[in-house]
Nanobody, 122 residues
Framework: QVQLVESGGGTVQAGGSLRLSCAAS????????MGWYRQAPGKERELVAV???????NYRDSVKGRFTISRDNAKNTMYLQMNSLKPEDTAVYYC????????????????WGQGTHVTVSS
């Protein structure tokens, strides 16, 4: 199993910044994809940013240029730096990790953190 613990959420005014962290522990071997998702009240969960083990990243259009995803593999931690926050960024942000194939005796799996709340006031 993989445990993911998010931190860094809170309330900020529009235009402000927050940095989310996701600490991974447990059977983290061969985790190839890590990402951040968010879910606003009454809406479906959506992908915000993803980091692939080859170093590539991808972002949803609405956060490009404002959010930056990064990983510290030595610390098994992923980050989401969020700048120029907007009220529409208000949501619960979830950390996600995926093992996409069999690797070193570990099978494919998808893991989620418990979420951290981000509120952006206008």
């Amino acid at each position: 199993q993989v445990q993911l613990v998010e931190s860094g959420g809170g309330t900020v005014q529009a235009g402000g910044s927050l940095r989310l962290s996701c600490a991974a522990s447990g059977d983290t071997i061969c985790i190839s994809v890590m990402g951040w998702y968010r879910q606003a009240p009454g809406k479906e969960r959506e992908l915000v940013a993803v980091s692939i083990s080859d170093g590539s990243t991808n972002y949803r259009d609405s956060v490009k240029g404002r959010f930056t995803i990064s990983r510290d593999n030595a610390k098994n931690t992923m980050y989401l730096q969020m700048n120029s926050l907007k009220p529409e960024d208000t949501a619960v942000y979830y950390c996600n990790a995926e093992r996409t194939h069999w690797c070193s005796g570990y099978g494919p799996g998808t893991y989620w953190g418990q979420g951290t709340h981000v509120t952006v006031s206008s």
